[in-house]
C-alpha cells in the first residue's frame, strides 16, 4: 500500500541539529512501501524540525482588521461560492471542492478543527486527493482561484487563511496575479517543512506577504494551488477557509519555529550535555527592527524557573528571519520534566501581535530511559505481515555522550499478539565508515505482553544480555537499535509517532543493502534503558547486577554502597564528561563507601565491575 517515505529535504535541513547518525554516508534515502495506519499521525508542533525558508517569507497570521474576508458559506455540494472558480492541469473532474468535514479515501485529511477564528460548520474549500486516487488524470496543478479583489487603497498586503493539511509526495503553495494572466509564486513555509505522513497543527493560521504584486493593485486575483506527486491523486489533501486580507502592522516579530540540541522524548541523565536554545525570528512587519533579541527560560513542569538566557540584539530587516541564539546554555541536575519557553521581543517598539512571538517546547530527563518520543504516538506499523510476507525492520538510532551500560530494549504494541510468536532486537554500532552488529536479542511474546483490552497499549521489553551473559558497555558514538518480526502475524502492529528528536533518527534498516539504513519521518515507540535494569524487568532477568543500593542519594558528603560480593571487583565513579575520577577495589566487600565532598557539584556514573557483570547507577552531588 502507501504513504510511509523517506524525505531527503527534511533530513538535509535537519542534518546540521542531529549529531552522529544522521551525518553518516551509509545513511542514505529510499523509498519506502509499507502499510499505513488508518489514523493520521499526530499534529503536534515538533520543535526540531528545520523550517525551510520560502522566498519571500512566509509571515504569521495576525489579527489585523481585514479589507476583504471569504468564509465559504455561499457554496454548496453543487455550487462553488459566489466568484471563486476551480481548474485542474490535468483533468475536468480531479478538483476542489466545498464541503463540510474533512476528506474521503482510505487515509482522509482531517476537518478543518473549529475554534474561534474558523467556520467549518458552514463549509470549506477541499482538494481531497486521496478520495480521489484512481480518478482520471495526476492532480499536476490544481486551482482554486478568487474572485478579483480591489487592493487599490493599501500599500502592503498579507493574506490570512486557516488550513487542515497533511504532506505526502504533494506541494502546496500560493499564486497572486494584478492582471489574471502572470502569476507569482509564494511558498507556504509550514507546508514545505511538514514531513511525509506529517500533519500541520489542526487548524493552522497561515499569513503569506503578497504586497510586492497585490499592493496598490485594483484587480488582485489569489489562488491556492496543490501539485500531486507521481501517482495520481494518491496524496492526503488540504482544506483552507476563512479567508481574510489585511494590511502589514509596522512592527511584527513572529517565532517562526525554535531549537534545543536535547531529544524531544525522554533522555538518561547519563547522556546529558550541556542544551543551548536558538529560534528563527522573523519580521512580518512593514518596518525594520533594529533591536531584536530572543529570550529562552527553563522551567519545571510545575512552573518553578531553573534557568534564564537572552541573545544579543540583531537588526531584522523587512520581510526577513534570522536564526537567534542563546549564550549561556542548562545543564539539567535531576530527571524531571522540563519546559523551555521562548519569546521574541524588539525593547524600543511595541509588537502588533504578541501572540505568535512565544511558544514552548518540554524534554524529559530519566534516570535511565532513552525514548523517542513523550507523547503523540498515533496508528499502527507492521513488522511482519504474514498474509503478504511484507517483513519491516524498525529502528532509532542514538548517540551516546558519556559510556554507560545499555540493559533493556522495549517497543509498545497496539493490537494484540499472539504468544508464542516472536521478534528480535539488534544493537548497531557506526565504526571506520561501517554498521557493525553487536548483538542480538531473541524474544518470544508471553501471555503476560497481551493486553486484555482490544487495541490497548503493552510495552514488550526484553534484557539486552550478550551471549557471554553480560550487558553491552557503550562507548561515545553513534548506535541503532532495530527490531524485526520473526513469526509475528499480521494483526501484530508496533506504535508510531511522527515526532523527529534532536539526537534520535527513525530509521527503517535493510541488512541485504550495502547502505542498510534509510531515514523516515515516521519513528516508532521504541525505548532504550541504560545504566541500570529498568524496573519492568523481573528480578530474574537481571543476572550481572552486583550493586544492591547506595545511599543517600543525593548526598553533599559520605555516599554508602550495599553490593554483592565478587571475587573481583572495581568501583568507578565518572563524572558527566566520561572521566573516570575515582577508583576502589572492593573485591569480596559488600559495604563500601566515597567520601563525595572531593567532587564538583553534578551528575556521576557509579560502576561496580566484577565477575557478576557491570552494574551501574547515577549519583547526584549536590
Known amino acids: ?39 493520521l499521525l499526530s499534529t503536534e508542533k515538533n520543535p526540531n524540525l528545520s523550517v525551510i525558508n520560502p522566498s519571500p517569507f512566509q509571515v504569521s497570521a495576525i489579527q489585523a482588521a481585514p479589507f476583504y474576508t471569504e468564509n465559504f458559506s455561499s457554496g454548496t455540494t453543487s455550487t462553488l461560492p459566489t466568484g471563486w472558480s476551480v481548474s485542474n492541469s490535468n483533468s475536468t473532474t480531479a478538483n476542489w471542492a466545498w464541503k463540510i468535514g474533512g476528506g474521503g479515501g482510505q487515509f482522509p485529511v482531517a476537518a478543518l478543527a473549529a475554534n474561534a477564528n474558523t467556520t467549518p460548520a458552514n463549509g470549506s474549500m477541499i482538494y481531497d486527493s486521496d478520495n480521489l486516487c484512481g480518478a482520471s488524470g495526476v492532480s499536476a496543478k490544481a486551482n482554486l482561484t478568487s474572485p478579483v479583489i480591489d487592493c487599490s487603497a493599501h500599500t502592503s498586503v498579507k493574506l490570512n487563511f486557516y488550513e487542515s493539511y497533511t504532506a505526502f509526495n504533494d506541494s502546496t503553495y500560493i499564486e497572486v496575479s494584478n492582471n489574471n494572466t502572470t502569476w507569482t509564486k509564494f511558498s507556504i513555509a509550514i507546508n514545505d517543512g511538514t514531513a511525509a505522513n506529517g500533519s500541520v497543527t489542526n487548524p493552522t493560521k497561515v499569513g503569506v506577504n503578497i504586497t510586492s504584486v497585490a499592493a496598490g493593485q485594483a484587480t488582485v486575483y489569489i489562488r491556492f494551488v496543490f501539485v500531486g506527486g507521481s501517482v495520481a491523486g494518491c496524496d492526503y489533501g488540504w482544506i483552507v477557509d476563512d479567508i481574510a486580507l489585511t494590511e502589514l502592522p509596522n512592527n511584527d516579530l513572529s517565532l517562526v519555529k525554535e531549537y534545543f540540541d536535547v531529544t524531544n522524548g525522554s533522555t538518561p541523565i547519563s547522556q546529558l550535555d550541556t542544551i543551548f536554545f536558538s529560534g528563527r525570528v522573523a519580521n512580518s512587519g512593514s518596518a525594520a527592527q533594529a533591536t531584536t533579541s530572543l529570550k529562552a527560560k527553563v522551567k519545571l513542569n510545575n512552573g518553578t524557573l531553573l534557568h534564564t538566557t537572552t541573545s544579543s540584539s540583531i537588526n531584522l530587516a523587512v520581510n526577513t528571519d534570522s536564526l537567534i541564539s542563546c549564550p549561556i546554555g542548562f545543564l539539567p541536575s535531576a530527571k524531571g520534566l522540563y519546559r523551555t519557553v521562548y519569546n521574541t521581543f524588539n525593547d524600543t517598539v511595541t509588537d502588533a501581535s504578541l501572540s505568535d512571538n512565544s511558544d514552548s517546547t518540554q524534554f524529559q530527563i530519566s534516570d535511565s530511559t532513552f525514548q523517542a518520543a513523550i507523547s503523540g504516538y498515533a496508528g499502527g506499523y507492521y513488522l511482519y505481515n504474514s498474509t503478504t510476507s511484507d517483513q519491516f525492520n524498525w529502528g532509532l538510532i542514538f548517540d551516546v555522550i558519556n559510556t554507560d551500560t545499555l540493559t533493556s530494549v522495549g517497543f509498545a504494541t497496539r493490537t494484540a499478539t499472539t504468544a508464542g510468536q516472536s521478534f528480535t532486537f539488534e544493537l548497531h554500532k557506526f565504526e571506520n565508515s561501517a554498521w557493525t552488529s553487536l548483538g542480538t536479542v531473541d524474544r518470544l511474546v508471553a501471555t503476560s505482553d497481551i493486553s486484555a483490552a482490544s487495541g490497548a497499549i503493552k510495552d514488550i521489553s526484553a534484557a539486552f544480555l550478550l551471549s557471554n551473559n553480560t550487558y553491552p558497555i557503550l562507548d561515545a558514538g553513534s548506535y541503532a537499535i532495530t527490531i524485526s518480526g520473526l513469526t509475528l502475524s499480521a494483526t501484530s502492529t508496533i506504535l508510531g509517532s511522527t515526532v523527529f528528536p534532536g539526537n534520535s533518527v527513525p530509521v527503517i534498516y535493510d541488512a541485504t543493502q550495502t547502505q542498510p539504513f534509510s531515514l523516515t519521518s515516521v519513528a516508532p515507540y521504541l525505548k532504550v534503558n541504560f545504566g541500570k535494569p529498568n524496573p519492568y524487568l523481573s528480578v530474574s532477568e537481571v543476572k550481572n547486577s552486583s550493586l544492591v543500593s547506595i545511599f543517600p542519594n543525593p548526598t553533599n558528603n559520605i555516599l554508602n554502597i550495599k553490593m554483592t560480593a565478587g571475587n573481583t571487583s572495581t568501583a568507578k565513579l565518572i563524572n558527566i564528561n566520561g572521566q573516570v575520577v575515582y577508583t576502589e577495589n572492593v573485591s569480596n566487600k559488600t559495604n563500601a563507601t566515597i567520601d563525595m565532598n572531593a567532587f564538583a557539584k553534578g551528575v556521576y556514573t557509579l560502576q561496580i565491575v566484577s565477575d557478576n557483570g557491570v552494574a551501574t547507577q547515577k549519583v547526584i552531588k549536590q
Open 1 to 39: 500500500m502507501k504513504k510511509i517515505y523517506s524525505i531527503l529535504s527534511m533530513v538535509l535541513a535537519t542534518s546540521a541539529l542531529i549529531a552522529g547518525g544522521i551525518n553518516n554516508p551509509n545513511i542514505v534515502n529510499r523509498k519506502v512501501m509499507g502499510l499505513k495506519p488508518a489514523a
